[in-house]
Nanobody, 127 residues
Framework: QVQLVESGGGLVQPGGSLRLSCAHSGSTSILHTIGWFRQAPGKEREGVLFITSDGYTFYADSMKGRFTISRDDAKNSVYLQMNSLKPEDTAVYYC?????????????????????WGQGTQVTVSS
């Protein structure tokens, strides 16, 4: 079975950086899209960044220029590099994977399209 495990979360000061990792195992060759959602207390889960098997990326406009997604197939991992972190970035970050190839950012960020999820990793940005 497909399994996703996030790591790399923690406490950082505003302006700092973190790199989150999503290790995937199982029948991951069937996965077309892997990416990241986040959910802050009292808020809905929102899409952050996604990457397809073809190397296309989808991202939220608010993350552009600060967050970067990448993959390393040799290590069976997808990474979320987070720079210039702000307190509003505080959330639980979830790795998710889907079988489809999104055509738009809206499609890529539709949580109902993702059958595979990690357990989440906490990111806290505070002074």
């Amino acid at each position: 079975q497909v399994q996703l495990v996030e790591s790399g979360g923690g406490l950082v000061q505003p302006g700092g950086s973190l790199r989150l990792s999503c290790a995937h195992s199982g029948s991951t060759s069937i996965l077309h899209t892997i990416g990241w959602f986040r959910q802050a207390p009292g808020k809905e889960r929102e899409g952050v960044l996604f990457i397809t098997s073809d190397g296309y990326t989808f991202y939220a406009d608010s993350m552009k220029g600060r967050f970067t997604i990448s993959r390393d197939d040799a290590k069976n991992s997808v990474y979320l590099q987070m720079n210039s972190l702000k307190p509003e970035d505080t959330a639980v970050y979830y790795c998710a994977a889907a079988l489809f190839g999104p055509l738009t950012t809206t499609q890529a960020m539709d949580v109902s399209e993702y059958p595979f999820w990690g357990q989440g990793t906490q990111v806290t940005v505070s002074s």
